[in-house]
């Protein structure tokens, strides 16, 4: 499929017009191969949804914004009003009556113990939260009879009778009771609005379920509202207040191995409660009260040991598995600390994101997107600090605990000489040796030494030289329309040895794109590794023609990826007797390591 | 309320003004309404995305430490308004079998997650846009005028030019890409990236 045809049909589907399945599948095919034109077409399609919001806003701009206040003014009263039942049920519990200043802890005032006093043994202030609560609890009780109370009477006497004695006034039927007064609060809510809940706050309309937002811990605890003791303590103090905000797959709150409920949107996770994603499609989005919010991937087992509110800070422990997370800032002295079964990373910086992923083989693998983290090997307690940018492995004890710069989704290396022009996204590698700061290299120096021998004829000299081990960066005749990813390259294993070219990547999976060739000549044959697959194998290309290989996947498991290129074990060779490797470009993708 | 002041604003808000609130609300829709589309075709969708925004942001004021401005944390918030609602959609697409659009919201999401470091970037494109807009040759401009701003259909536009509704498509297109070469031209010259 020509550029021209893309662009044609991705007109089209912005237009709205029909798309066959055959050339969906096409463009999605041409597009997936082509990430330079892909990025260009992704950009035209946000400029036609910015184009349309430019005049959305124009026209509805004014109605949006008083839509939006009506209801953060409806939500804003209910939480006046949770805000003011919190503050009065806060108040200091009483002086104990008399305990002769041994410290003894004062058992919280719940109905309870109220009940369990003698009279007169408290002052009056002792009975300030009972009354409040009792009063609340009243309030409550009287809303959720007039919003319960049975459909009057008409339909159910349809049902019940013959039609004959369908009265109005039916002496066996009794009149409907009249409706409780509201609640003062309730005199504020609109019209529409059921004064049922008296103590959630009103929610703005909601159209879609699973983007609703955190709710408030008064809020999950409304369908129970079973007597004073509720109201007075488990409504309004909950033990935890993380929740399920989204899952997908399988997802389980696991108190143990024969108890583990499915997660339900806005379930409330409570404290050491393993979350288990089972699966390759299982996720789970947990936020906490603080905003923070911790994506669990696939095939993962999660849990919040202790709360942010605890002395040493929130604590979350993944057993197994990834997570990514965004940890927002968090109080000075109790930071939020992510555990592994060999790793502790403590979060140091203010806004911090990053994934932790941890395999009993593999070691864990932390990487910093933002912020930073203090990493520590549990074995020896080696501590090292990871900072945006990086990734650190954690394996067995005595190996380096070394942070690394970390690795994009995608990298793209194209071979050649250092003066060519280079695609925007694309990195050059001239055939040089390995630099930690570059992030990727060959091994040994670029220049090998003369190999014995082994002859060639230099055309520029006209004389016989010795090949030289090593490896060097070449430019082809550009011939016209040539693609320019094809037209330089670095050559390995001019002298038939193998060249080993590395780049430390966290371990997981990986897709590897490689192609080998030579516009000009007849080359190979054509031998690359990575990671110990043969990529490429024997391959020779004809003038002009390219080996390439797209999407192999591969598994890191050292933090390295390695990719040997060279070598002749079959001892075949060109049709002018060479034997080199000549690589054009390598493509790394790295897969989402929460979906395994 | 008349003052337009961020701090201002931003700390009678805090007090519960839902009146300094939506002051802000004006001040910075369009940015967000624009970003939400950059990744979301359905304009009731991103009118809804767009609503939960400022939602999650009045609710979590208290945590607004004024590290970035209110700008770049309001398009913080819609990036992950935006990115569960790709994400939900992938989902659905994917079990639906429609192949270019589960494909396109897979890109979205890539693109989505690496806008996480350019947020302030991203804040200022529709500004760049604008600019854009105005240099358009007159024809283009007319163009663009009629479909995006007065609503006249693609069809409706080739009927009265006497041309295909395909041509107009890729006239569009072509525009779009002039659009986006000017942008990126305007957010380099301010250091940023489009």
């Known amino acids: 499929m020509s550029p021209e045809q893309i662009r044609d049909l991705w007109s089209r589907f912005l237009s709205g017009g029909e798309i066959s399945a055959e050339d969906q599948q096409a463009l999605v095919d041409a597009l997936d191969a082509d990430a330079e034109l892909r990025e260009s ?66 058992k919280p005032p719940t109905a309870r113990a109220f009940r369990r006093r003698p009279a007169g043994s408290t002052g009056e202030t002792a009975w300030k939260p009972a009354l409040i609560a009792a009063g ?26 013959p039609e004959k004695n369908l009265e109005p006034r039916d002496p066996v039927m009794p009149e409907a009771p009249p409706l409780p007064a509201p609640a003062p609060d309730a005199t504020k809510r609109r019209p529409e609005e059921t004064p049922s809940a008296p103590l959630v706050a009103p929610r703005f309309p909601d159209p879609k379920p699973e983007l609703r937002p955190v ?11 079973p007597g004073p003791k509720a109201v007075v303590k488990t409504e309004v103090l909950p033990v935890n207040s993380t929740i399920v905000e989204n899952f997908s797959g399988n997802v389980y709150l696991a108190k143990s191995r024969s108890d583990k409920p499915r997660a339900r949107k806005g379930d409330v996770v409570p ?21 923070t919010w911790v994506e669990v991937g696939a095939n993962s087992s999660f849990r919040e040991v202790q709360g942010s509110g605890a002395p040493g800070g929130r604590r979350v422990l993944l057993n197994t598995g ?80 070394v942070p690394q710069k970390s690795f994009p989704n995608e990298v793209l290396v194209k071979f050649g000489p250092s003066d060519i022009a280079l695609k925007a996204g694309w990195v050059l590698d001239s055939g040089d040796e390995f630099d930690p700061a570059r992030g990727y290299g060959w091994v040994g120096p670029k220049d090998g030494p003369p190999v014995p021998g082994l002859f060639w004829r230099n055309p520029g000299t006209g004389q016989q030289e010795q090949k030289r081990a090593g490896r060097f960066a070449t430019r082809r005749i550009n011939a016209p329309g040539a693609d320019p990813l094809k037209t330089t390259d670095v050559v390995a ?61 591969i598994e890191v498991k050292d933090g390295e990826l390695t990719m040997i290129v060279g070598g002749n074990p079959g001892q075949r060779k060109s049709s002018d007797g060479s034997t080199d490797t000549l ?6 993708k790295r897969i989402d390591p929460r979906k395994k | 309320m008349e003052v337009d002041d961020p701090e201002t604003l931003l700390e009678a808000s805090r007090k519960g003004s839902t009146q300094a609130f939506a002051v802000i609300v004006r001040q910075y829709q369009s940015r967000v309404r624009a970003y939400l589309a950059r990744y979301v075709r359905d304009r009731n969708a991103v009118e809804d995305l767009a609503q939960d925004t400022f939602l999650q942001a009045y609710r979590s004021l208290s945590h607004y430490r004024a590290e ?127």
């Open chain 1, 41 to 106: 077409l992704l950009e035209n399609l946000q400029l036609d949804g910015m184009l349309q919001a430019m005049n959305t806003t124009r026209r509805q701009g004014e109605g949006f914004v008083r839509n939006l206040t009506e209801c953060m003014d409806v939500e804003h009263d209910g939480t006046r009003f949770v805000q003011k039942v919190e503050l009065r049920l806060n108040e200091p519990p009483p002086p104990p009556p008399s305990n002769g200043g041994t410290g003894r802890r004062i």
């Open chain 1, 493 to 553: 294993g001019w002298a038939g040895q193998t060249e080993t070219w590395r780049m430390p990547v966290p371990n997981g999976r990986y897709l590897v794109s490689v192609c080998c060739g030579d516009i000009t000549y007849e080359q190979g044959p054509h031998h690359v590794a990575v990671e110990g697959i043969q990529i490429i194998n024997e391959r020779k290309n004809k003038a002009g023609e390219f080996v390439e290989i797209k999407d192999v996947p």
């Open chain 1, 136 to 161: 609340v609890f009243a309030a409550i009780c009287l809303l959720v009879l007039a919003s319960t109370h049975p459909t009057p009477a008409p339909i159910v006497r349809e049902r019940t009778r």
């Open chain 2, 68 to 194: 970035s401005s209110l700008g770049v944390w309001l398009i913080g918030i819609a990036r992950n308004v935006a990115l569960m609602h790709v994400r939900d959609q992938v989902r659905r697409r994917h079990r639906e079998s429609e192949v270019l659009q589960s494909a396109l919201g897979r890109w979205l999401t890539d693109a989505i997650e690496r806008d996480a470091s350019q947020l302030s970037d991203r804040e200022q494109t529709l500004t760049a846009l604008e600019k854009c807009l105005d240099e358009l040759p007159e024809h283009s401009s007319q163009l663009v005028e009629n479909y995006y701003f007065k609503g006249r259909s693609a069809a409706e536009m080739a009927r009265e030019q006497g041309k295909k509704e395909s041509a107009i498509g890729m006239m569009l297109l072509r525009i779009r890409e002039i659009l986006g070469r000017c942008i990126r031209t305007r957010m380099a010259e301010t250091g940023a990236s489009a």
């Open chain 1, 583 to 588: 690589i054009n470009y390598l493509i790394i």
């Open chain 1, 271 to 291: 404290l050491n409660v393993d979350v288990e994603t089972p699966g390759t499609s299982s996720m789970a989005f947990l936020r906490f009260d603080d905003n």
């Open chain 1, 215 to 225: 709710p408030s811990p008064v809020e999950e605890k409304r369908p129970d509202l």
């Open chain 1, 322 to 401: 990834t997570l990514l997370s965004h940890i927002e800032k968090q109080p000075a002295d109790r930071p939020m600390v992510f555990a592994t079964p060999n790793a502790e990373a403590m979060i140091l910086g203010t806004t911090v994101r990053l994934t932790v992923s941890h395999d009993s083989k593999l070691g864990t693998t932390l990487e910093v997107r933002e912020g930073k983290v203090l990493l520590t090997r549990l074995l020896d307690k080696k501590m090292v600090e990871v900072v945006t940018g990086q990734f650190a492995v954690v394996a067995s004890a005595g190996s380096d605990l």
